[in-house]
């Protein structure tokens, strides 16, 4: 894989220059992924700047879109095709020279969910495929090139699961069940194959949205129903069995956020919601963002016009590595 920007395609080494690229994001924009910078200067300026747009060398990819990209300790699985009953699974470094095209087991379906983790005790990257209505489950081993199904299963009662983040090379998701309505945080362990339990939110609620922070830690934002306001929590501790929160920003707001869709600078204290405003009319939307920090601050800023295109969607923060595939 290859990009535009230069500053995409250097390869290094040096994990003092991947620290300091950690404000650095996935986005996934118009059917492409791109890696963006974002800060705030002094508490007004807030800077989202495209760094480049993520193409293949592989021609048989040319005019591929992405539906869904996944990110894990520097790698990439996209689920791309060219038509939208056309599904392939790509895994790459960015940093890297040549991608990992997955061969599937059997046909892949556009509602299938993946993830991507680490098998911790025999050291090799896994992809973890959920499908069908009834939630089936296939484990993909990056080593062995090859498709197994577990023995764990995920159950029927889950009426909606949100798209999964990594965190300590496990994938975490919010869902809601089908029977309460109310949402909650569970994991698939890679290295043990199957599901944790369900584990508590900092709040009783219906819409929550799951971002993770430097794939060390969670963050999930909340904004109640009977209160103008929103909510953002961050995990003191994580593990696929446990979970503590802590309360990183709350704030007062009026406006009702639809996307929930979002990202956190836990140094600068300050949040930044995606969103979407259809006040100029249906058929134009507008790319907006809400930046929220201390003290009740927060402010909108335009993004751009984008008629009758999907919202950006943040998938995660990006620290470049040097893992490669084979």
């Known amino acids: 894989m290859r990009s535009t920007c230069k500053k995409w395609y250097v390869l290094t080494k040096d994990q003092r220059f991947a620290k300091k690229r950690g404000k650095e994001f996935l ?14 200067h002094n508490n007004i300026d807030l800077s989202i700047k495209c760094r480049g747009r993520l193409i293949s060398r592989d021609e048989t990819a040319q005019g591929f879109y992405v539906s869904q990209v996944f990110h894990c300790n520097g790698l990439l699985l996209s689920v791309s095709g060219k038509t939208i009953d056309d599904t392939r699974l790509v895994v790459c470094n960015p940093y890297g020279v040549k991608p990992k095209w997955i061969n599937p087991k059997d046909n892949y379906g556009r509602l299938d969910i993946f993830s991507l983790g680490f098998d911790k005790l025999c050291g090799s990257y896994k992809i973890l495929r959920i499908y069908d209505f009834d939630n089936k489950l296939q484990i993909y081993d990056l080593s062995s090139n090859s498709w197994m199904i577990p023995r764990d299963t995920l159950g029927r009662d889950i009426e909606y699961m949100q798209n999964g983040v990594s ?21 698939f362990d890679f290295t043990r194959e199957r599901f944790g339990p369900r584990l508590p939110l900092p709040f009783n609620g219906a819409y929550v949205s799951l971002s993770a922070v430097k794939e060390e830690q969670l963050a999930v934002l909340f904004q109640p129903s009977d209160k103008s306001e929103i909510e953002i929590w961050v995990t003191n501790k994580i593990e696929p069995e446990e979970v503590s929160w802590s309360v990183f920003l709350k704030v007062e707001m009026k406006l009702r956020v639809l996307s929930w869709n979002f990202l956190i600078d836990k140094e600068k204290k300050f949040a930044v919601v995606f969103d979407k405003d259809k006040a100029k009319g249906f058929k134009t939307n507008y790319d907006i963002a809400y930046v929220i920090g201390e003290n009740g601050y927060y402010r909108r800023v335009d993004l751009r016009e984008s008629p009758n295109k999907p919202l950006c969607r943040i998938v995660s923060c990006y620290v470049p590595s040097c893992v490669q595939i084979e």
């Open 167 to 187: 965190s300590k090379e496990n994938t975490y998701w919010c869902a809601r069940d089908k029977q309460s309505q109310y949402c909650f945080l569970f994991c």
């Open 27 to 40: 986005m996934l924009m118009n059917r492409r992924v791109y890696l963006i910078g974002v800060n705030l």
